[in-house]
């Protein structure tokens, strides 16, 4: 077996293995677009960035993800766990798992320590249809699923 043929056998898949560069890819865009956000331009794609700072669900260790925010009144903010489409992202396990060690960061703001909150029924249908009509690609994107996308609500703590 060449050396090419072990390493695509799927034994010892770390760095070699495509999951593993897509990983490696998000994360350095992840990075990139944090830097982004902290420098003051919180936007990608039309859609304003924050960075979501989690802790690891089993790791414990920081984590910081941007995500799109729509408003949600004068203090408040709502983001959506799309993941891809197929399942939970990971900073919406890690947020669920470690609630009260949630915060955000806004361009040209604070740190903001916030309380996750699932919204359900009534309340996530009119948190959806806001967040739909603010970015029709979204409401587009959930129809392409076979899953219900969390809508959380992140409030100051």
């Known amino acids: 077996m060449t050396q090419k043929q072990q390493a ?11 999951g593993a560069v897509s990983r490696w890819v998000q994360r350095k865009m992840n990075a990139r677009m944090n830097r982004k956000v902290r420098r003051g331009r919180g936007t990608f794609m039309g859609m304003d960035v924050l960075i979501l700072n989690t802790v690891g669900r089993r790791s414990g260790q920081p984590r910081q993800t ?6 949600d009144g004068e203090d408040a903010w709502l983001v959506v766990a799309s993941g891809g489409g197929g399942r939970h992202p990971d900073w919406h396990v890690n947020l669920m798992a470690h609630p009260d060690r949630a ?15 699932r919204l359900g029924g009534a309340d996530r249908e009119r948190a959806w249809q806001r ?10 994107y959930q129809s392409k699923s076979d899953r219900e996308y969390p809508v959380i609500r992140l409030a100051p703590r």
Do not use: H, M
């Open 103 to 117: 915060s955000i960061e806004l361009p040209g703001r604070d740190t903001v320590p916030v309380t996750p909150y």
């Open 131 to 140: 967040i739909a009509a603010a970015q029709p690609r979204i409401a587009k």
């Open 66 to 71: 941007p995500v799109a925010w729509f408003p």
């Open 8 to 18: 695509g056998s799927g034994a010892g898949r770390k760095s070699g293995s495509p």
